[in-house]
């Protein structure tokens, strides 16, 4: 068992967050944006806009990632033994590039109720202050959920570009992590990403998120896949597990799932992001 200690749950609970956790290899991290970049030659613009989303679905790779145990040991300690993936995304950064993320409660608009749920951001490169790493706002988890404006900013990776205005940056804390390293982060805890100022992109696996078995979809309708334990609720439907890189079974899966995530997204929006 790679559980967290007790420090380490103590931290989660004071800050809303816990990193860095050694969760993969070098070699097992670079086999992820190896994964990537194939798909992104042979399937162009497969990944781009709402395909970044549910790509366990579709590769082996990010499927075997998701059911690592070091991560789910990890989870586990935060949310019980009863794991259900409901959600993977990409969050890609290009060199010099203009895309960031703005501050945000991933609660506010995902409708998983109650938040016995965690996000898992596993760096598949490097991820630190020039790079635009995720910074957090310590301690915003036991508050309420805040009011986020939509801006559908163009250069923003969330799906309205919501936003949380006047957070106070020198209050927040960056999350550097090393490839093959992972956080952890609470539903309702405030954070964000700058600029990629590098000459390399900055690539980040998210598992978002691993949910309670007790966790209920409010909005809609997700795929899950069972990741540990048991699943007495059967809230959710189960999806596919992927036979091969973009097979075409899986591929009608995808695009379900795709469907009724992005219906989500944008229940009461007055119009769709790229995201």
């Known amino acids: ?54 790509v366990h679905l579709i590769s082996p790779v990010f499927n075997k990632v998701c059911l690592n145990n070091k991560i789910l040991d990890a989870v586990e300690s935060i949310i019980g033994k009863n794991i ?44 630190n202050e020039k790079n635009g790493c995720m910074r957090m706002l310590p301690g915003s988890h036991k508050e309420n959920l805040k009011k986020h404006e ?31 390293q992972m956080s952890l982060h609470h539903p309702t805890v405030v954070h964000g990403s700058g600029l990629n ?33 048991e699943d007495k609720h059967k809230f959710h439907q189960y999806s596919n597990i992927p036979k091969a890189l973009m097979a075409e079974e899986d591929i009608l899966s995808w695009n379900k799932a795709k469907d009724e995530l992005s219906k989500i997204f944008y229940i009461g929006a007055k119009k769709k992001g790229k995201y």
């Open 1 to 54: 068992m790679a559980s967290l200690s007790d420090q380490q749950i103590n931290l989660y609970n004071q800050k809303g967050y816990i990193a860095p956790i050694n969760v993969l290899s070098k070699q097992e991290a670079n086999e992820i944006r190896q994964e990537i970049e194939t798909i992104e030659k042979k399937w162009p613009n497969a990944l781009e806009g709402i395909g970044r989303n549910y």
């Open 84 to 127: 259900l993936i409901c959600g993977t995304t990409l969050f890609i950064k290009n060199a010099n590039e203009k895309g960031f993320v703005s501050f945000h409660q991933d609660a506010k608009y995902i409708g998983l109720e109650p938040h016995n749920w965690v996000t898992a951001w596993i760096a598949v490169t490097d991820a």
């Open 150 to 180: 939509q801006k559908f900013d163009e250069n923003n990776l969330l799906t309205r570009s919501q936003t949380i205005e006047n957070v106070p940056l020198e209050k927040t804390e960056f999350v550097v992590l090393k490839a093959g």
């Open 197 to 229: 100022k590098s000459n390399d992109r900055r690539i980040g696996f998210v598992v978002q998120s691993y949910i309670g078995s007790n966790v209920d979809q409010v909005l809609g309708k997700i795929y899950v896949q069972k990741a540990r334990g």
